[in-house]
T-cell receptor, first 108, second 113 residues
Framework: RKEVEQDPGPFNVPEGATVAFNCTYSNSASQSFFWYRQDCRKEPKLLMSVYSSGNEDGRFTAQLNRASQYISLLIRDSKLSDSATYLCVVDGRRQLTFGSGTQLTVLP | SAVISQKPSRDICQRGTSLTIQCQVDSQVTMMFWYRQQPGQSLTLIATANQGSEATYESGFVIDKFPISRPNLTFSTLTVSNMSPEDSSIYLC??????????FGSGTRLTVV
């Protein structure tokens, strides 16, 4: 079993759609959780940290369920510029483990 | 958050040669991390570099193949030695950025021919 597993994707959605990505992790001792965005041929960039209480940043909402070891990312009102690969990242004492990424394409 | 300058951004190298990748951070950081991203794959940690001590390598990566230097708190190098086409990848350095998670260098796209 992979340490961090993500929806395989790819997701192709129309502009304005709502899309949700899921991620599970195996190490219950994991400390911190993140969603990163990686554009083609670019480095990953932090999209948002994920907290148990859930956090929202504009159109993006992230949720963590420690009991189920499950992380989610919801994107509302998708824009063309949201097209990218979204990486679920788990930090276990300063050692990041990356999911394989979910590719999102927002279509006009 | 920290800003990382990584170079070269890309290179095409002959098999059997070595390439050294540099990362310069605009602030002092305790640990620097080196990752590899093979084509179509996610990131895999190669090693963690602490200033003043030997790097800690992950399973599957060895010092002879990927020697790392960390001469001070703002700089590190990763060398890909005796390259083969299988080493063609993107190599990225990273530092912890506090509440901002981790910041990555812009990556080095290596092609071995």
């Amino acid at each position: 079993r992979k340490e961090v597993e993500q929806d395989p994707g790819p997701f192709n959605v129309p502009e304005g759609a709502t899309v949700a990505f899921n991620c599970t992790y195996s190490n219950s001792a994991s400390q911190s959780f993140f969603w990163y965005r990686q554009d083609c041929r670019k480095e990953p960039k932090l999209l948002m940290s994920v907290y148990s209480s859930g956090n929202e940043d504009g159109r993006f909402t992230a949720q963590l369920n420690r009991a189920s070891q499950y992380i989610s990312l919801l994107i509302r009102d998708s824009k063309l510029s949201d097209s990218a690969t979204y990486l679920c990242v788990v930090d276990g004492r300063r050692q990041l483990t990356f999911g394989s990424g979910t590719q999102l394409t927002v279509l006009p | 958050s920290a800003v990382i300058s990584q170079k070269p951004s890309r290179d095409i190298c002959q098999r059997g040669t070595s390439l050294t990748i540099q990362c310069q951070v605009d602030s002092q950081v305790t640990m620097m991390f080196w990752y590899r991203q093979q084509p179509g794959q996610s990131l895999t940690l190669i090693a963690t570099a602490n200033q003043g001590s030997e790097a800690t390598y992950e399973s599957g990566f060895v010092i002879d193949k990927f020697p790392i230097s960390r001469p001070n708190l703002t700089f590190s190098t990763l060398t890909v030695s005796n390259m083969s086409p299988e080493d063609s990848s993107i190599y990225l350095c990273s530092v912890e950025a506090g509440t901002y998670g981790y910041t990555f260098g812009s990556g080095t796209r290596l092609t071995v021919v």
